[in-house]
């Protein structure tokens, strides 16, 4: 099926209105004219003349308003992109081998470059000529983009999701979120998380504006102050921390915020609690819930303000918004939704599955994992392809679901989906380590991520494993011990499956069956 390009109504305000603010990048205002422009630029070196689909095209990114233009560019020729953060490395080599990328567009120059037959420079100057009318007509089946999720050496699981994906998912987000000519969305997330489409796509569709500042990781109540941010998307471990910090400081929301979005880990009620003593009725908080393999949200809910799922309750810690715990809410428009009971816990919380539209194509040059997370049965409403998501709820009584965990042992860490099995696979190879278990851990008001192992005595010959990382052992080496096995971790794999702590133990702690039993031995160390 052939799909007009989703990027239709942005090139339609820029011929419209081309002098119109389109991104604020670090205080540098670009039009939705230039934006358009850089767009039109990219697109005609990605072109190509044979029918797809095509190896992705790689963006080394460097978090400025030239990756929306490569992005927005990718997509506007039909063709899909996959993000290299510009400090990748040797995994960027890695990934990009196995994709089979050919075509990289360099948006800042960097140090070192991943290997590809054609490098890409687009001219990033003053805009020249008319906007074009818009972008390629994209068949729905052909990649837009490919994400990783979790991977333990640098070969992580790439996720293809397709066209027709983006054209099922933005018409909901634009309509859920509020977007219109008025929004200034902020750019919170890099542009190698599927977040960031959420914060950029939606507003440029409807003639918005989005803000890029280097300080709001740091600074974020300054930045939406200073902006007039309307629209901001966080992870949860951010919203609880900022949260703290109005709390703490007497602050108040800035006062043009509007929507306050979070989403990737579940929301703990004590910190919903917090949120309402904030006082901030006019802001909708609303919960987001979606996978990388099911294109940016599938369902939703509206914890507090305008709309609240629990209008009208009592406030928490006086009777409780949601008895039944915190939802993540109901499936968008395109969305089906099915939750199957596990035969081990029948009368417990059942697994989620998702089909319709939004779903990805499958992990590329993996059909074994595909065919196992990707399932064609009839779960109700005639037969479809459905993604068992490995998640576990239940359907509250006012229809919403609300989420009591994972089915495998993935866990979120600041917004990252980890496997603990291929964190303990990772670390089980360094020199020495005989026995390991990963586990989340509360820290302060975020997750952290511990490791447990058992290190072989001294003089026994340890297994090969790669050269310590130049530089001085990460923190936490000095109190535990394992500083050593940080620095050879933090060598080969991405940062966010490297631990906060590596905790050296005389034993791990079992099961009567023999299994690991990784709360057990958190507790007991921690």
């Given at each position: 099926?052939?799909?007009p ?12 209105h ?22 039109g630029v ?27 233009a ?5 997509l506007?020729?039909g ?18 081998r ?41 068949r ?8 990783f ?50 914060e ?71 910190m ?11 802001v ?33 810690g ?38 319709g ?34 998640d576990?709820?239940h ?14 042992h ?57 050269a310590?990382?130049p ?20 060598a ?6 490297v ?28």
């Amino acid at each position: 099926m052939t799909l007009p390009s989703v990027l239709d109504p942005f090139f339609a305000v820029a011929r419209s209105h081309p002098e119109r603010p389109a991104v604020i990048d670090n205080g540098m205002t670009v039009g939705y004219g230039q934006l358009a422009a850089w767009a039109g630029v990219v697109a005609d070196l990605v072109t190509t003349r044979t029918p797809g689909p095509h190896p992705p095209v790689a963006v080394v990114a460097h978090h400025s308003v030239r990756d929306i233009a490569a992005i927005l560019g990718t997509l506007a020729a039909g063709r899909g992109y996959v993000v290299v953060p510009g400090e990748a490395g040797d995994r960027a080599d890695a990934a990009l081998r196995a994709l089979g990328c050919r075509e990289l567009i360099v948006t800042a120059e960097t140090d070192r470059l991943p290997a590809v037959d054609r490098v890409l420079r687009p001219h990033w100057g003053p805009s020249r000529g008319p906007v074009r009318d818009g972008g390629r007509p994209v068949r729905a089946g052909d990649p837009a983009y490919v994400l990783f999720t979790s991977g333990s050496t640098g070969a992580p699981k790439a996720v293809a999701v397709p066209h027709g994906a983006l054209h099922a998912v933005l018409p909901p987000l634009r309509e859920l979120y509020g977007v219109g000519p008025d929004t200034v969305s902020l750019n919170f997330t890099r542009v190698d998380g599927d977040t960031s489409l959420e914060e950029i796509l939606p507003p440029l569709l409807a003639g918005g504006m989005v803000v890029l500042d280097g300080d709001a990781e740091a600074d974020l109540d300054r930045v939406l102050t200073e902006h007039e941010v309307t629209l901001v998307n966080l992870p949860v471990d951010y919203w609880h921390i900022y949260t703290g910090h109005l709390l703490e400081t007497g602050r108040k929301l800035p006062g043009d915020l509007e929507t306050f979005v979070i989403g990737g880990e579940a929301v703990r009620a004590d910190m919903l609690e917090r949120w309402h003593r904030l006082g901030a009725d006019g802001v909708r908080l609303l919960n987001t819930y979606g996978s990388t393999e099911t294109a940016l949200v599938t369902h939703s809910a509206v914890l507090a303000g305008p709309g609240a799922e629990a209008a009208g309750a009592e406030p928490p810690g006086a009777g409780g918004l949601f008895p039944e715990g915190v939802p993540i809410g109901r499936p968008l428009p395109s969305v089906r939704q099915a939750v199957v009971p596990r035969p081990e816990a029948p009368d417990g919380p059942g697994e989620l599955f998702v089909a319709g539209p939004q779903l990805a194509t499958g992990y590329l040059d993996d059909p074994g994992r595909t065919a196992a997370r990707f399932v064609e049965a009839d779960l109700g409403g005639g037969p479809a392809r459905w993604y068992r998501t490995g998640d576990l709820v239940h359907e509250a009584a006012d229809g919403t679901l609300v989420f009591h965990g994972r089915a495998d042992h993935q866990v979120k860490i600041r917004g990252h989906r980890v496997d603990l099995l291929d964190v303990e696979e990772a670390i089980g190879r360094l020199p020495g380590v005989t026995a390991v278990a990963a586990a989340p851990h509360a820290k302060g008001e975020h997750t952290a991520l511990v490791a447990f192992v058992v290190v072989a005595p001294a003089g026994t010959a340890p297994a090969p494993g790669p050269a310590p990382a130049p530089g001085p052992a990460p923190d936490g080496g000095a109190v535990d011990g394992t500083g050593a096995l940080r620095a050879r971790l933090r060598a080969t794999v991405p940062p966010h499956l490297v631990p906060d702590r590596i905790v050296a133990v005389p034993e791990l702690v079992h099961t009567r069956t023999g299994k690991v039993d990784r709360a057990a031995t958190r507790d007991r160390y921690l």
